[in-house]
Nanobody, 123 residues
């Protein structure tokens, strides 16, 4: 089992920035591809960004490309730096871990999930 705990959410004005963090419980953190997903009220959960287990490859949803950056350290943390936030970025953001080694973007490819952190962007 891998436990994931997100932090860093909050309320920010449009155009502002936030950095989300996700802490993983296991020492085998480097064995997992990691990702961020988000879910807005009344909408399905959607892919945001992913990073492979080595940190050398990333992939983004078109809606966040150029504004968000995913990264990871060598211990147990994955980050999502969010710049140029828009009201449509408002959602609960979830961290997820996958046994796939490379970048994957489908919900069903992720095995472990955090509890989520709320991001609210005001206009």
């Amino acid at each position: 089992q891998v436990q994931l705990v997100e932090s860093g959410g909050g309320l920010v004005q449009a155009g502002g920035s936030l950095r989300l963090s996700c802490a993983a419980s296991r020492r085998t953190f480097s064995s997992y591809a990691m990702a961020w997903f988000r879910q807005a009220p009344g909408k399905e959960r959607e892919f945001v960004a992913t990073i492979n287990k080595s940190g050398g490859n990333t992939y983004y949803a078109d809606s966040v490309k150029g504004r968000f950056t995913i990264s990871r350290d060598n211990v147990n943390l994955v980050y999502l730096q969010m710049n140029g936030l828009k009201p449509e970025d408002t959602a609960v953001y979830y961290c997820a871990a996958s046994v796939y080694s490379d970048v994957v973007s489908r919900i069903g490819q992720y095995d472990y999930w955090g509890q989520g952190t709320q991001v609210t962007v005001s206009s």
